[in-house]
């Protein structure tokens, strides 16, 4: 009976742990659980990277005061009956790849700000000595990114025994990830008169904190090893990967950064810019894919599907289609399994 035991708790001890990591989401669609989650996202100081008095100042005296009755207004907006849309997706694509990897894995989520915390998420995967950290970003950016694998690094820092970590940075190029959402995209490219990719921004000076020489005006140069942690750099090094599977032709596409918060520069050009300048060219039909986003959530289904809509049409454009992210389409699934299991990045 003893040895049974001790062989069930030594199986049990080799399963391999898996963190899925998003950004988070507010626990309800008001003001008062907007703002606590607001206070938690915008007070890092890799998301707000100023010094702490200037942050805080910000945070409690602009940001606070107005923001969460305004961002509460907009998840009302896509609130379902089953709650948050990115919490949904996110929990959904959890239960399918625990169901593709099987019981050799333990799979579970965590949110950088709100719950499920990646306290919880770890508490989860406590007994598993081998751990990969997938942050659920195709683009590298230290804003999201880098403050969730710092986040989960700190966290394991008072473990007596570190698991095997491995860590995918991202995978904003990576083959099967393309190809989920480029298989996505493909059924919207013969009625729509041009593909925008959407990505959110992030401040100018994120780029020149990971090695970046300078802010390209417009497109980036192809990753190269000055460049490889450049967010705006992997975001066209997306684009061009998928306008390669979708066989797009020069003049049908093109890239919007969205999501931009206060007055500093944001990367180029922004979304409600770029709309006016399309719409001048004669553009009627839009078709809107948002692949800095694995899962949709405010920023896809409101900022693009409600607003954007709403200037598009403005604007005198006939229709503009939010294309869906991966979220827990078969392809995805079977991308991240591959992605999880390959060699490089498998523990085994």
């Known amino acids: 009976m003893l040895y049974y035991v001790n062989f069930l708790?030594?199986?049990?001890?080799?399963?391999?742990?898996?963190?899925?990591i998003n950004l988070g989401t507010p626990e309800a669609p008001d003001t008062v659980a907007v703002r606590k989650y607001l206070r938690e996202f915008?007070?890092?100081?890799?998301?707000?990277?100023l010094p702490a008095p200037l942050r805080y100042l910000l945070l409690y005296s602009i940001i606070l005061p107005f923001r969460p009755k305004q961002s509460a207004h907009a998840y009302q907006a896509i609130w379902s009956e089953e709650g948050s849309p990115l919490l949904i997706h996110s929990r959904r694509l959890q239960t399918k790849l625990q169901t593709a990897l099987g019981s050799s894995w333990q799979v579970s989520l965590g949110m950088r700000y709100g719950n499920p915390s990646l306290i919880s998420a770890l508490e989860e995967l406590r007994h598993c000595t081998r751990l990969t950290i997938l942050p659920l970003y195709p683009q590298y950016s230290s804003a999201a990114t880098g403050s969730s694998i710092e986040r989960v690094l700190h966290l394991l820092a008072s473990q007596p025994v570190f698991p095997t970590l491995t860590i995918i940075r991202d995978f904003h190029d990576y083959p099967g990830f393309i190809n989920a959402q480029a298989t996505l995209i493909k059924p919207y490219v013969a009625d729509h008169d041009y593909v925008l990719f959407s990505y959110h921004g992030v401040p100018?000076?994120?780029?020149?904190?990971?090695g970046c020489n300078k802010v390209c005006e417009q497109s980036c140069p192809p990753i190269n090893e000055s460049n490889q942690a450049c967010y705006k750099a992997q975001c066209y090094a997306t684009t061009n990967s998928l306008?390669?599977?979708?066989?797009?032709?020069?003049?049908k596409y093109g890239v919007a950064f969205q999501s931009r918060l206060g007055k500093t520069p944001w990367i180029k050009p922004y979304l409600d810019e770029v709309l006016p300048k399309l719409a001048t060219q004669g553009i009627k039909r839009l078709a809107v894919s948002c692949p800095s986003f694995v899962a949709d959530c405010l920023e896809t289904l409101e900022e693009v599907g409600i607003r954007a809509q709403e200037q598009w049409q403005q604007l005198g454009g006939e229709k503009l289609t939010l294309i869906p992210c991966v979220n827990d389409s078969e392809l995805w699934i079977t991308a991240l399994v591959n992605l999880i299991t390959s060699p490089e990045n498998s523990n085994n």
Not at 42 to 49: E, G, H, T, Y
Not at 204 to 210: C, K, P, Y
């Open 42 to 49: 915008l007070a890092d100081k890799r998301v707000i990277d």
């Open 243 to 251: 306008v390669k599977a979708l066989s797009l032709s020069t003049g």
């Open 204 to 210: 100018e000076r994120h780029l020149l904190n990971t």
């Open 9 to 20: 708790s030594a199986l049990f001890k080799m399963k391999n742990g898996l963190l899925l």
